[in-house]
Each structure stands twice: as C-alpha cells, then as structure tokens.
C-alpha cells in the first residue's frame, strides 16, 4: 500500500470518532452553556477524539475489521461518558 493509500485509509477509520468529538461539543455548547464555555472548544475536542480513536482501535483488535456497529455504539456511549465526566454533570 502506498503511503497516500494509507493516509486515506487511517483518515476514514478515524473520521466517525472526528464526527463524534466535534458534534458532541457543538452540542454541549448550545445545549450546556453555562457549564461548557469555561472548558473551551479544543481540550475537549482532543479529548473525545482520543477516547474515541481508542474505541475504534479496540474494535478493530477485538473484531479484526472496523465499522462494525457495536463498536460505533461503544464510541458514542464512550464519548458520552467522557463529556460527562470532563463538565463534571453528576453535581447537577
């Protein structure tokens, strides 16, 4: 494979977990202001799209091939978890 080749490959197995960590923020800053603001937009954009490439490589290690569905719901309930824990919404 060459390397262009790969590049393409390796930006469309992380693109769902790019999509993911960006919408969840949009989302966390219309939908959560007050607590979302003080955090910024690029911490927790780094932040989910490391989580989620980590969901998306086990998958692929667990499974052998990427873009099965389990794995997507475990990198939108992975993703999730980690917006939850980052704007500490369990104090209400």
Do not use: E, I
């Not at 969840?24 to 607590?35: D, G, I, N, P, Q």
């Amino acid at each position: 494979m060459d390397p262009l080749s790969f590049l393409n490959h390796l930006l469309n197995f992380l693109a769902p977990a790019f999509a993911v960590a960006v919408g969840l923020v949009a989302c966390s800053h219309v939908f959560m202001r007050k607590r979302a603001r003080p955090h910024g937009w690029l911490a927790p954009m780094a932040l989910h799209f490391a989580v989620g490439a980590a969901v998306l490589a086990a998958g692929l290690a667990v499974w052998g091939r990427d873009g099965r569905m389990l794995t997507y719901a475990a990198l939108v309930l992975a993703c999730a978890s980690s917006q939850w824990l980052w704007l500490r919404a369990w104090k209400g």
